[in-house]
Structure formats: structure tokens, C-alpha cells
């Protein structure tokens, strides 16, 4: 072949890659083996960006004409993920929503970051026991353990920049989720090595433990959602809101643990180092969530509204805030449990006021999704049965499809009599401030009887 036409062909070759890449177009598509619901969301951020439905083969696919490079994520009820998409992109994705995580595939374009930040997600899942055994360890030890951990991490992200053609975007956001998690750890180390070695003040650390605070940036919009990034900052900000009270509010050392006066704190922190809006505002609701599902005097909750009011009163997620506020001022002590219909096993419609009627009843909630929760909820909740005999614990299952919430009541070998469906779980959560799965042990006649890990409230 005449070599100018050779090179002129090699030339319009890679003219057409150089054109493909820099094409906006983004293709996202895949299969969902059993899914729960019959679409996928795309976010960009708190904005959803498309809606796919499922076909009959239980495929889906998005054309986006643009795309803001970077992190998105993907919910599936009632789970979500992270991918990103850059210009150019065609990714695929295949899950089975029996192991949601653990069966996620990406191939394509980017699957190698994307597959990447999957495989750190689950890591971490999996080291959870592990540094939760090490923070009995020494200051120096732990950091070392955790520094240890990280930088093995990091080895396979330099690999993995070196194999395959990472934007720096990509490769920000791959670090920042191996870097932020690691100071999680750091962050949580005083107060779960004073519980796990029943010391009765915070231990002394060494003037290096925190030496990665210089490098936290507290405006990074392209984090603002990303878990590893934003669990930071609620632990960073509750860490130093303690210390802030502890050093500085004088011989009122009950202060620390007064919840109105700790919280107050948060808002101001917030207030004086968060300016990126997003971030800021989630902050904010996340603090005023925190606080308003735990149980504390209708006094102190209205002085707590009038204060975020004031330094967030045009948050994004004001009407979410007012409304739980307005919800909880009616789930006060003493006030009839509102109205709110509920399913049997055998599909009849039950009101949970004639489940408490003539008799005292402890509603808890639980999700199948939420396994580990499950488990340790129903063996807190034989516990209680034994410690309180003279109340009947009844379940409230949410965001479970019917089929599988039958099917794990006779895996679980659970009294049906005493377990119930709900359908509607945006009117579970606005009836009975429900706001999480995680939380919620609930009476129906003004007394506290728990208090169980993340309990949201007590009445």
C-alpha cells in the first residue's frame, strides 16, 4: 500500500478516537437480575438527572446528550450506588439485587475506576470488625494499623493509574474516597477507644494523630455526595464540637453531654467552616435530623429550631425540617399514636391504633435490605421481651417488597401475629418519623423502654 495513504488512514483513525472521546454523548445501560421496582434513577449530586425503565428482559439505558464529568450515583429501590461518567462514555452494569453490591459488574468505558471504587466500597465493609478490634490498640499503634491499610489501597490505585488511561478527576475522587475513609477512622478513634477500655476521660494523643487535618478541603464540590468524603465531615465536625465544649465551656463539664447545648455547637461549627452550599445545607439537615429523632424536652427542641432557623433559614431542606419538627411536636408523650394503616400476613389492612388498643405496645421497624440490622434488632427485641413481658413488640417492616417480607418471616421463623407490612413508606416516615430503617423502637403510651443503638425516638 502507497505509504501516504497508509499514514493518511492512520491519521483519520485516530482523528476518529480523538472525536469519539471528546464526544459529550454518555451511554449508561445494563441488566438488573431480580429487580425490586421496575426503574433506576440517575443522580448527578441531589438532582436526578434521568429515569430508565426496566424492559422485559429487565434492561435499562441512558443516553445523556451532556454530562457533568464526575461522580454520580444510581438508586435502585431500595439501594443506591456511585459510577462515574465522563464525555465519551459507554458503561454497562449488571447486578443481582439479592447481593446488590457484591454482584455489581461494570464494563465498558471507565470500568476500571468504576469497578475500583466498588472494590474499596466493599473493602471497607469487610475491615469494619477488624478496626473496631484495633481501637483497644494505643494512639501510635492505631494510626499505624490504619496508616498501614491505606497505603495498601493507595499501591493498588497507583497500579491501576499506571494500567489504565484515568482522567484526573477520576483519579481525585478514587483517592479522596481511600484518604477520607482513613481519617473516619481517626476521627472516631478517641471515642471508641474510651468505650472499649471503659476509661472515663477521652485518651491522650500525640501532637501528629490529626497532622492530616492542614490537608481537608471543606469546599470540594465534587465530594459533597460522596459517602466516604461527607461521613467524614459529620465525624470531623461532631470531634471537634466535643473538644470545643469540653476545653471551652468552663466547669460545665455535663455540657459535653447535653444534647441541645452539643448540637449548638455543630450548627455554629458548621456555619463558620462549611461555605459550599450543597455541603453546607446536608451538613446542616443532617445535624438537625440527628437531633430532632432522639428524644429530648419540647422546650429544648424549639430552642434548637429557633437556632437553625437562624443560621440555615433558607436551607434547601427546610420544608424536610419543618415538617419532622411539626410530626415530632405530635409524637410527644401522652398524644394518641397517629392513625396508620398497616398489612397482616395474610394481606388484611390492620390500623396500628387497634394494634395498641386496650394493651401496651413497642412498635419497632426493620428493612430486609438493612440485614445486619435485622438480625441484631430481632435478637435485642427477644431481650426486651424477657425484660419487659408486660408490653407486645410488634415489627413494622419498610421498603420491602411483600414477596420477600413473607418469605423472610418464615426464614426468620418470626410470630406473624406480630409482625406487619407497610406499603406507603413516605407515609410510614411522615406519620411515625421515620427517617432511616436503622432507627426506631416506638410506644404507644408515653414510655421510654430502650434505648437501642440508633434509636431514632422513644415516647
Not at 434513577?41 to 428482559?57: H, M, P, Q, S, Y
Not at 413488640?393 to 421498603?399: E, H, P, Q, Y
Amino acid at each position: 500500500m502507497n505509504k501516504t495513504l497508509l499514514y493518511f488512514i492512520i491519521f483519520l483513525l485516530a482523528a476518529c478516537n480523538t472525536e469519539e472521546k471528546k464526544s459529550p454523548t454518555v451511554y449508561f445501560g445494563g441488566e438488573i437480575v431480580n429487580p425490586n421496582s421496575e426503574y433506576l434513577v440517575l443522580f448527578k449530586g441531589g438532582v436526578v438527572l434521568d429515569t430508565a425503565r426496566l424492559d422485559e428482559n429487565n434492561r435499562f439505558s441512558f443516553k445523556l446528550d451532556s454530562v457533568d464529568e464526575g461522580l454520580h450515583h444510581f438508586y435502585h429501590f431500595p439501594e443506591e450506588q456511585y459510577v462515574i461518567l465522563e464525555r465519551g462514555d459507554s458503561l454497562q452494569l449488571r447486578l443481582n439485587t439479592v447481593d446488590f453490591d457484591e454482584s455489581l459488574v461494570f464494563s465498558g468505558t471507565n470500568e476500571q475506576v468504576n469497578n475500583f471504587l466498588l472494590e474499596m466500597f466493599l473493602s471497607n465493609e469487610e475491615e469494619e470488625e477488624l478496626i473496631y478490634e484495633y481501637y483497644s490498640l494505643e494512639p501510635e499503634a492505631f494510626a499505624l494499623k490504619i496508616d498501614s491499610l491505606k497505603n495498601v489501597k493507595l499501591e493498588l490505585l497507583n497500579s491501576l493509574s499506571i494500567e489504565a488511561e484515568l482522567s484526573d478527576s477520576a483519579m481525585e475522587i478514587a483517592k479522596a474516597g481511600i484518604m477520607y475513609t482513613s481519617y473516619i477512622f481517626k476521627e472516631a478513634y478517641p471515642f471508641y477507644h474510651k468505650k472499649k477500655k471503659g476509661e472515663k476521660s477521652i485518651h491522650d494523643l500525640p501532637p501528629d494523630f490529626y497532622d492530616y487535618r492542614a490537608d481537608i478541603n471543606y469546599d470540594q464540590n465534587g465530594l459533597c455526595y460522596y459517602r466516604p468524603y461527607y461521613n467524614f465531615m459529620k465525624y470531623h465536625l461532631g470531634n471537634l464540637s466535643y473538644m470545643d465544649c469540653k476545653n471551652g465551656c468552663g466547669t460545665q463539664k455535663k455540657m459535653v453531654k447535653n444534647q441541645l447545648h452539643i448540637n449548638q455547637h455543630k450548627l455554629k461549627l458548621i456555619d463558620s467552616l462549611i461555605k459550599q452550599n450543597e455541603l453546607r445545607d446536608n451538613l446542616f439537615r443532617n445535624v438537625a435530623m440527628d437531633y430532632l429523632l432522639k428524644y429530648d424536652k419540647e422546650e429544648n427542641i424549639e430552642i434548637f429550631i429557633e437556632e437553625f432557623h437562624q443560621l440555615s433559614g433558607n436551607n434547601r431542606h427546610i420544608h424536610e425540617i419543618n415538617g419532622l419538627y411539626d410530626g415530632i411536636r405530635n409524637l410527644q408523650p401522652q398524644k394518641e399514636i397517629p392513625e396508620l394503616m398497616v398489612f397482616d400476613s395474610e394481606g388484611n389492612k390492620v390500623s396500628i391504633k387497634d394494634l395498641g388498643k386496650d394493651r401496651k405496645v413497642v412498635f419497632y421497624f426493620w428493612s430486609a435490605p438493612e440485614k445486619r440490622h435485622f438480625t441484631n434488632m430481632i435478637k435485642r427485641i427477644d431481650l426486651l421481651k424477657d425484660k419487659y413481658p408486660e408490653y407486645t413488640f410488634i415489627g413494622l417492616n419498610v421498603r420491602t417488597e411483600h414477596g420477600r417480607w413473607n418469605n423472610m418471616l418464615e426464614v426468620a421463623q418470626l410470630d406473624k401475629s406480630e409482625q406487619f407490612w407497610t406499603e406507603n413508606f413516605e407515609k410510614v416516615a411522615n406519620t411515625l418519623i421515620i427517617y432511616d430503617a436503622n432507627r426506631g423502637i416506638i410506644t404507644n403510651d408515653g414510655i421510654i423502654v430502650d434505648a437501642f443503638a440508633n434509636v431514632y425516638t422513644s415516647f
